[in-house]
């Protein structure tokens, strides 16, 4: 992606190395981060538990502490200078998407942590990835993802990483329009089978407005370069739910899927990358032919 001379967002609370921080809510893209890390490390998360921890501590051994914060690598810096860009490009598309629409557009804040962080959604930790907390209107990232994305599933570049961003920021625009409030609405009344479906079509539909985002910035600001959507549409189909649950356990359960499988989150996406049109995404009442497979 081409960000030079783009400006940061001030709505960015940084939080890494503080000490004693502890604790943060799943968001809708715990589960499958839990299930993305599960299979990185063999399908054990006991395993995953130990092995973060050890990491974490080995980096932290490696980095000067003083009075409860620790100095960051360059690469660290820049990750963090590169989140804040693309959070300053979702606030300038989404306004002026929104004005169209007759609406404000509030936009969320952005809290970079390490290990574990606290959230109007209760206790998370790294080992979750991304997630948005409808609770305080944040999502939370512990930039460590972006390394586990590039070394272990092979989903790197830039525009894969401002992917991710911008999904965890399509649900808080699900959030403003009420469309993620009468999903849970929809899934505390229901059976389980039938939440996770509605908890799919959200995912779609975040995949989908972080599509919209990126063909509206790349309007603003020519910001997309040759390979940039091969590398958001490669990251979406290693997050799939299907590829996921066939690579750690070699079958998947769809009535168990949360996400979307492979195929449907780079439909969605690139039908938002291509388009750019808020109103031609997945529905809530979408039946699953509609979805697509």
């Known amino acids: 992606m081409k960000l030079n001379g783009r400006r940061e967002s001030s709505n960015v609370d940084d939080r890494r190395g503080l000490s004693g921080g502890a604790k943060a809510g799943l ?9 993305l890390i599960t299979f990185l490390s063999g399908g054990n998360l006991g395993d995953v538990v130990s092995n973060v921890g050890t990491q974490m501590a080995q980096q932290s051994q490696n980095v000067t502490t003083q009075e409860g914060q620790r100095e960051f690598t360059q690469e660290e810096q820049e990750l963090a200078k590169f989140s804040s860009q693309i959070l300053a490009g979702t606030e300038d598309v989404w306004t002026k998407v929104f004005q169209k629409m007759g609406r404000t557009y509030t936009p969320p804040k952005m809290v970079l ?25 944040c999502l939370y990232i512990d930039l460590s993802f972006f390394t586990t994305m590039k070394k272990s599933l092979g989903a790197d570049g830039d525009f ?10 399509g649900h808080h625009v699900e959030n403003l329009l ?12 229901t059976s389980k ?9 959200l995912e779609l539909l975040a995949d989908y407005y972080a599509g919209v985002w990126a063909h509206n910035d790349n309007e603003m600001f020519g910001s997309l370069e040759t390979g940039d959507i091969e590398e958001a549409i ?3 189909q290693v997050i799939g739910d299907n590829y996921l649950q066939e690579k750690s356990r070699g079958y998947s359960q769809p009535e168990s899927f949360t996400h979307g499988t492979s195929a449907q989150r780079m439909r969605w996406l690139k039908k938002g990358l291509d388009t750019g049109d808020m109103s031609g995404g997945p529905r809530l009442d979408m039946s699953d032919s509609e979805l697509g497979s």
């Open 113 to 137: 942590y390490t290990n574990s962080v606290q959230t109007a959604c209760g206790q998370g930790n790294a080992q979750v990835g991304p997630f948005y907390c409808s609770g305080d209107q």
């Open 178 to 189: 009420g469309t993620l409030g009468n999903a849970h609405s929809a899934m505390s009344r």
């Open 27 to 35: 968001g809708l893209g715990g589960i499958v981060m839990i299930a």
């Open 234 to 236: 490669r990251c979406a």
């Open 160 to 169: 894969a990483y401002a992917y991710v961003i911008a999904h965890e920021v």
């Open 193 to 201: 089978v039938n939440a996770n479906k509605i908890s799919v079509r």
